[in-house]
């Protein structure tokens, strides 16, 4: 897929990897709609590029149809929305909340899902390319699919869900030209890290193999790029990490 040809719908777009993959594929020439729960956030990064946008929740199914519905020719989603929290399963201050557990699995994954359904349906609709090629699907899971750390049950349940249903879903849509991929980040620098002490983020950092630093939501985008550019990808999860492996806390 030629960059300038996409038009692309982009969750989580208000901050972090998704506002990067707005910035950087805008800069390449493609029509964007970006969505994300941060009003503010969302309308700074849309204004500024100058890009369409809707403020919404990515699991639920009305907004969402509502939101894309008049954005024709769709041809990439890009899935960045998500939240992560730390809770064990059982502790001192009792156990895992059930509602918190369904809360970060309804964002991430069933929302990852609805977006994909939903934009999936009106790829369908478009002309091939002469690749046979209708549409792409980027989801974002994380690399705590794999190695996730105490108190990350629900993150990693969520994340690794997303890994899970890629596969399949990606021999599903072939037949309808529609290609699935999965990018898997390591440590990067979001909100979602800055977030943690400085001795944290060191301490994590430290676990990289190389380079010893914090990913970029550069870095994230030009690996959309290659995916939208490169055909040949399907089906798969790539982690993004600098060989890290989170140990257990």
């Known amino acids: ?19 990067g993959t707005a910035r950087y594929l805008k800069e390449k020439g493609a029509e964007l709609l970006l ?12 204004d500024d590029i100058g890009a369409q946008y809707c403020v919404g929740d990515v699991s639920n199914e009305e907004e969402m149809k509502n939101a894309i519905a008049d954005f024709n020719g769709l041809n990439c989603l890009v899935n960045c929305a998500g939240i992560a929290v730390g809770a064990k399963v059982v502790s001192s201050r009792g156990m895992h909340d059930l509602n918190l557990f369904e809360k970060v699995l309804k964002v991430n994954l069933i929302g990852s899902f609805n977006m994909l359904r939903l934009c999936a349906d ?17 989801n974002t899971a994380s690399v705590a699919a794999y190695d996730g750390q105490i108190g990350q ?24 030209g529609i290609r699935v ?3 898997a980040p390591g440590l990067f620098a979001t909100a979602m890290l800055s977030g943690m002490s400085e ?27 290659s995916i939208l550019t490169n055909v040949l990808l399907n089906g798969e999860t790539i982690r993004l990490d600098g060989s890290v492996r989170l140990a257990p806390r």
Request: hydrophobic residues 45%; proline residues 4%; without cysteine.
């Open 199 to 225: 001795e944290v983020q060191q301490s994590l950092i430290a676990t990289t193999v190389f380079p010893k630093r914090l990913g970029t939501p550069l870095e994230y985008a030009m690996l959309v790029e």
């Open 1 to 19: 897929m030629i960059l300038k040809n996409v038009k692309a719908v982009i969750t989580g777009a208000g901050s972090g990897l998704g506002e």
């Open 181 to 183: 991929n999965t990018i």
């Open 122 to 138: 009106k790829m369908q609709a478009n002309e091939p390319d002469h690749e046979g090629e209708k549409g792409v699907v980027i």
């Open 153 to 176: 049950a629900a993150y990693s349940a969520s994340k690794g869900g997303i890994v899970g249903m890629t596969l399949p879903i990606a021999r599903e849509l072939a037949s309808n």
């Open 35 to 46: 969505i994300d729960l941060n009003a503010d956030g969302l309308k700074s990064v849309a």
